[in-house]
C-alpha cells in the first residue's frame, strides 16, 4: 500500500465520521450541537482538499516489506492485546514476566538467562514502585 | 523574590528532591536511549506523578523534560544517533570528537552547555512570565477563545509539509474532545452508551498510545543491533581555555534556545540548528565544523536546552501548549486540577515558583550527573533493544491503567497506537491530535460562555482590542504556514527540475 492509497482510506473514514458527527448531533440541545456540526463541515471540506491535493503529492510505499518485518510489529501487537485482556483475572504480577519473557522472545531469539532476570527484573520493579512508593494498585489474580 | 525562595525551600525539601532527582535520572536514560523522545519520556512517565501532590509531580516532569533534552546529546555522541530529535545538530561535532577519542571531553561540554542554556532559559521563565501573566490577567471568555485558537493555528506550522493532513489530525482531536458530558449544560455528547465515556476520553492514554505505543511498535519492525560501545572515558572535566573557547556559542546558544522556545510550533531541534549555523558562521575555526570542534558540541547542546524554559512560557502564563512535550505539561496540571494561565499566578503561586525553582534545580542535577556519573549513564546506550521494547509496552500499560484503575483506558491506549502508528505511515502528523484534543473543550466553552455574555452578538470577538489582536495573530500564524509550505513545495520542485536537467 503507498501513501496516496493510505489518504485514499483515510480520507473515506473521516468522511464517515463526519457524517457520523453530523448525525448524533442531531438529538442534542442546540448550543451542545453547533460545534459537532461545525466541525463536521471542517471535516468534509479538508479531506476533499486532502484529496485534491493527494492527486499532484509524491506517492511513497507506506510499506517496506524488503526491509522491515512486519509480522513482528503484529505479533508484537496481538501479544500485547492478550496480555492486556487476561491482565484482569490473571493479574500483574502472574501474568507479566510471561509476557515479557514471550515478547523478548518475539523481538529476538537469544540469552534465555538474560531475558528471565529481564523479565522477572522488571515486573518486580514495576511493581514496587507503583504498588508500594505510588500506592496505584495494580491488577490482582482474580479466581 | 520571597515567592521564588519558597519555590527553592518547597524543591529542596528532600522527598521532593529526591523525586525531582529520580525524574532527571529517568530523563537522561530515555533520552539517551535511540528512539525514546523527550516527548515519549514524559508521556510514559506522567502516570507517575498522578499519586503525588501537584507540585511534587510536576517538579519531577520538570526533570524528565530537561533530562531528556540533555540525554539526548549522551547517544548522539557515542554511538553516531541521536536520542532525540534536538540532539541531531550534536552528532556532526559530538562524534567527530568520539573518533578522535575525545568522547569524555564532548559529553563533558555537551553537559556544561547543556547546563547553561537550560539555567538561562529557567531564569527567563521565572522573570518573564509573572509579568506576561499580569497582563494576561484581564484576559476574559473572548480573549481566551482567541488564545485557543491561536494555540489551534499552532497545527498548521508543526504539521511540515501536510498541513491539510495536520489539521484533520487536530480535528479528530477535536472530535475526541467532544466527547462526554457538555460542560455547558450537561447533555451527553457521542459517549456510545458507555460510562467509561462519560467525563470524556482519557488523556492520558490517548497520549501514551500516539507517543509511546506507535513508536515502540515501529521499533518492532526492525531490531538492528546497535554497536556496542566501550564505555572508556576520561577528561570529562574541560579545561578553562577550551571553556572559554566555547562560551560564546554557548552564550548565543542559550539566548536563541530561549527566544525560538517560547516562539509557538518550534522547540529544541531547530533551536539547536540555528545555534550550531551561527556558531559556525561567526566562529573562526567555522571550515572545521563537523570534523570534531567543542564549539559545536556546546552550540546546539545550550540551544535545545534553552529551548526547555521557553517553551513553558507560553504555557504557563497564557494557558497555550507550543509542542507535544508542553501539551503532555498541559494535561498532567489539568490532571492536578489546574488551569495554566494567569490565574494560575494569582491562585497557585506556591506551584507556580515550585516548578521555576524546579526547572532550575534540574538543570543543576542534570549537571552533575553529566560530569560525575557519565561513566555509568553512558552504558544505557548498550541496552539492547530486544529486552527494551517488550519493557516500554509493560511501561505504557502500567502507565494508562494507573490513571483510573480502569481496563477501558488500556484499550484506548492500544487502540491510539495503532491509529498513531498507521497515520505516521500515511504521512499525518499525530501531534496536532493532542492539541485538538486538549484545547478543542477551551475553545468550545469559552465561544458559548462569550456568547452568553454578549447575548448572543458576534461583535464581542473583534471589538475587544486584545481578542480582536490574537485573533488576527492567529490568521496570520495560519497564513504564515501555508505561504511557507507553498515555498517549501516550489523550493524542492526547482530543486527536482535542476536534477532532472542536470541528468
Redesign the interface.
Known sequence: MT?KQ??VI?GIL?LV?AIA?WI??SS??P??M???RA?AV??VI??A??LV?NASIKD?P??DWQ????F??LR??VL??I??AQ??YVG?LLS?PI??LI??YV??K?SFW??IV??LG??GA?YF??AYL??????AWDF | MELILQGFVTVLQPGVLAILIAGTLGGIVIGALPGLTATMGVALLTPLTFSMPATTGLVMLCGIYCGAIYGGSISAILINTPGTPAAAATVFDGYALTKKGLAGKALGISAIASFCGGLFSALCLTFIAPQLARVALSFTSPEYFAMGLLGLSIVASISGEYVLRGLLSACLGLVLGMVGIDAINGAMRYTLGSVNLLNGVSFIPVLIGLFAVAEVLRTTESMLKSPHVEVNLSGVLPTLAELRGCARAILKGSAIGTLVGIVPATGGDIAAFISYGEAKRSSKDGDKFGTGVLEGVAAPESANNGATGGALIPLMTLGIPGDAVTAIFLGALMLQGLRPGPMLFKDHADIVYAVFAGMIMANVIFLLFGLFAIKYLARVVNVPKPILTPIIFVLCIVGSYAINNNMFDLWIMMLFGVIGYLLEKFRFPVSPIVLGLILGPMVESEFRRSLLLSQGDYSIFYTRPIAMLILTLTLFSVIAAYVQQRRRKNSARLAQAGIDGAS
Open positions: 501513501t493510505g489518504s483515510a473521516l465520521l458527527l448524533g448531533s442534542f440541545p448550543g451542545s453547533v460545534f459537532p466541525i471542517v471535516i479538508l479531506t482538499l486532502m491535493e511513497f507506506a510499506f526491509r522491515f518485518n512486519y513482528r510489529t508484537a501487537a500485547t492485546c496480555y492486556m491482565l484482569a500483574f507479566t509476557y515479557l515478547m523478548m523481538m529476538e537469544g538474560t531475558k529481564a523479565s522488571t515486573t514495576v514502585v507503583f505510588l500506592n496505584v494498585p495494580l491488577p
